[in-house]
């Protein structure tokens, strides 16, 4: 809580979600609280005044001066976008563990037999690969 405070009184031009995400930013990218949490602690501290929003008029920025511009910066990321990311990930994760478990499986055939040690080893080393092939 305290670092949201803090975050407000710095910058009380941020709002609720720029908080959230620059607390999340120096944290690795991890959430640490969401942004109607964001909202609330400051309303509670006194720091935010709750004004009633038109329902028409969502997120409008206005110049407080004349000739002042008001510059937002905009990231959208789809969420198709997202997903298609993560289903390439997986498949390239799969494929990995494929080659790997293919690769081991060469070897251990191509071992001479009567070479037992090195045989068990490229054994054991291909049914790892073949048991990380399963999980993937």
């Not at 997120?59 to 000739?67: C, I, M, S, T």
């Amino acid at each position: 809580m305290e670092a949201v405070l803090a975050a407000k009184r710095e910058h009380p031009e941020w709002g609720k979600q720029r908080i959230a995400d620059e607390l999340a930013k120096a944290h690795g990218w991890q959430p640490l609280v969401s942004p109607s949490e964001v909202r609330r602690m400051p309303i509670e501290a006194g720091l935010w005044s709750q004004v009633a929003r038109d329902p028409g008029v969502v997120g409008v920025r206005h110049a407080e001066l004349p000739n002042q511009t008001v510059n937002t910066d905009l990231c959208f990321v789809p969420a198709t976008h997202q997903v298609a990311e993560a289903d390439r990930l997986r498949r390239q994760q799969v494929q990995r563990a494929r080659y790997e478990a293919d690769l081991a499986q060469r070897r251990y055939l191509h071992v001479d037999p009567e070479n037992r040690l090195v045989a068990d080893v490229l054994e054991a080393n291909w049914n790892r690969k073949l048991r990380a092939l399963a999980e993937a």
